[in-house]
């Protein structure tokens, strides 16, 4: 695979492309964003596994999608009432906290942290993403983490928070030179982005700002996405990724 800029050098996690949305969850039937979700893949040894980060309104971080969680709004919630009730497998929803000492438990797959924009004020993500960082370093995390977002302000918190700092930028609308004069480590946009956009790809080669591709869930895609040497592909199937990539080297 091309070179990947890593910031964070004491790890080096599985040389592969793979990075499982909201875990790996598809196959097995396990809610999205669980840790169990993140227990499989890293068993599958993906090289990331991405999860969604809300804030409490005491100041909890939690995993979940949706800004909402069984019919609660999370923003406006705290975490014990959230937390009666269970995820699917009978998970208590995980906060960060937990989903972080799961993954610093092993080397091979890093913890892809989406900051998810706040529903209530642009001020509350940047809050958020205080409280992030600040989680990260409590538990000397920062090696396994790569932080992104689809609120550039959000990731330039991050930035001046921690300085080195592994981000990616979600939204599709900043091209690779934008990003890299904002420091910004990499264009991680829906597959269709670039598609569309198709310099951009060796424009963010030769600038080193890594390239990932979401959410790429089908064979001719996947096989596209490897061809054009990105750093990272996000996906729902990371069991398929696996097999195309493994099929190629046989
Ligand atoms: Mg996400």
Redesign the pocket.
Same mark, same amino acid.
């Given at each position: 695979m091309s070179t990947r800029k890593t910031t964070n050098t004491a790890l080096s996690f599985a040389p592969n492309i793979v990075v499982a &949305?909201?875990g790996a969850w598809k196959k097995n039937k396990l809610p999205e964003n669980s840790i169990a979700s993140l227990k499989e893949a890293i068993k599958l040894g993906c090289t990331g596994s @991405?999860f969604?980060v809300h804030l409490t309104t005491d100041d909890s971080l939690v995993v979940n &999608?949706d800004p909402h969680y069984a019919g609660l709004t999370i923003e406006k919630s705290t975490y014990t009432q959230l937390a009666t009730t269970k995820l699917s497998n009978g998970e208590i929803l995980p906060t960060v906290y937990n989903y972080l000492q799961t993954g610093m438990q092993q080397t091979k797959t890093r913890l892809v942290l @989406?900051i998810k924009p706040s529903t209530i004020s642009k001020e509350r993500g940047q809050y958020l993403a205080e409280k992030v960082v600040e989680l990260v370093k409590q538990l000397k995390a920062e090696p396994w983490i790569m932080y992104i977002s689809f609120d550039y302000d959000i990731l330039k918190k991050v930035i001046e928070l921690q300085p080195d700092a592994e981000t990616a930028y979600l939204n599709g609308d900043k091209t690779p030179g934008q990003l890299a004069a904002d420091k910004i480590s990499g264009a991680d946009y829906h597959f269709s982005v670039f598609k569309k956009n198709n310099s951009w790809i060796a424009d963010a080669q030769k600038m080193r700002v890594s390239l990932n591709a979401w959410t790429v869930n089908d064979t001719e895609d996947m096989q596209w996405f490897i061809n054009n040497k990105f750093d990272y592909i996000t996906t729902n199937e990371p069991e398929l990724l696996f097999d195309i990539i493994n099929k190629k080297r046989r």
């Open positions: &949305h909201r @991405e969604d &999608h @989406e």
